[in-house]
């Protein structure tokens, strides 16, 4: 079936540089992508996200891309911190799916001091 | 209320006994949704309210499982006779809708059985 997935279970990248956490979709019909941080014992937290007739977008220190010819969505971060540990979350929404928010298995990124 | 609330923030049942799971969303926000999240995985979609459209339940994992939305606010999520597998943390999250994004969550519930 349909599904939201990322390549990589786990991230460990050192303070100060950038990190690239990749995510793989199927469902050739969303055309939303949300990508979230989920720091532990909290409920994930809104970082960026893209639509899909974007194909790249900026925020503070991070960037979001989107490839819609192979499915493939990133999310970069620029300069990491320890505060950047957490787990991240790619999600989609498929407008024919009365836009429901589906989620992918998420990716623990780890920064070394 | 400024954000998503729910409680109780942590639950300890024993095996077989009901629970009950609360979710205040942000005011105005036309959708909610209850994900549950195990250790260490993912999110896995459990119902999804949008207006006064009939809930998408094709999540939930089973008919102990219930979930309703009274006067399109506050939203209850039941658990019958409970079972060591429904052991999760329990989130729920609310927002306008559709791509008008604002997907705000709860810090979800901690649900132990034992």
């Known amino acids: 079936g349909e599904s939201v997935g990322l390549h990589l279970p786990t991230l460990s990248v050192q303070e100060g540089d950038n990190s690239i956490i990749n995510c793989a979709y199927s469902?050739?019909?969303?055309?939303?992508f949300i990508w979230y941080k989920q720091e532990s014992g909290k409920g994930p937290q809104f970082i960026i996200d893209?639509?899909?007739?974007?194909d790249k977008r900026q925020g503070q220190r991070v960037t979001v891309l989107l490839n819609k010819t192979v499915k493939h969505l990133s999310l970069q971060i620029a300069a990491t911190q320890p505060g950047d540990s957490a787990v991240y979350f790619c999600?989609?929404?498929?407008?024919?799916?009365?836009?429901?928010?589906?989620f992918g298995k998420g990716i623990t990124l780890s920064v070394r001091p | 209320g400024a954000g998503v609330s729910q409680s109780p923030s942590n639950k300890v049942t024993e095996k077989g006994k009901d629970v009950e799971l609360r979710c205040d969303p942000i005011?105005?926000?036309?959708?909610l949704y209850w994900y549950r999240q195990s250790l260490g995985q993912g999110l896995e979609f459990l119902i999804y309210?949008?207006?006064?459209?009939?809930?998408?339940k094709s999540g939930l994992p089973s008919d102990r499982f219930s979930a309703e939305r009274t006067g399109g606010s506050v939203s209850t999520l039941t658990i019958q006779r409970t079972q060591q597998e429904d052991s999760a943390v329990y989130l729920c999250?609310?927002?306008?809708?559709?791509?008008?994004?604002?997907?705000?969550f709860g810090s979800g519930t901690r649900l132990t059985v034992v």
């Open positions: 999250a609310s927002s306008l809708g559709g791509e008008f994004g604002g997907y705000t």
């Open positions: 469902n050739s019909a969303s055309d939303y």
């Open positions: 893209i639509r899909s007739n974007m």
């Open positions: 999600a989609e929404i498929d407008p024919g799916a009365n836009s429901k928010l589906t």
């Open positions: 005011s105005g926000h036309t959708a």
């Open positions: 309210f949008q207006g006064n459209s009939a809930p998408d």
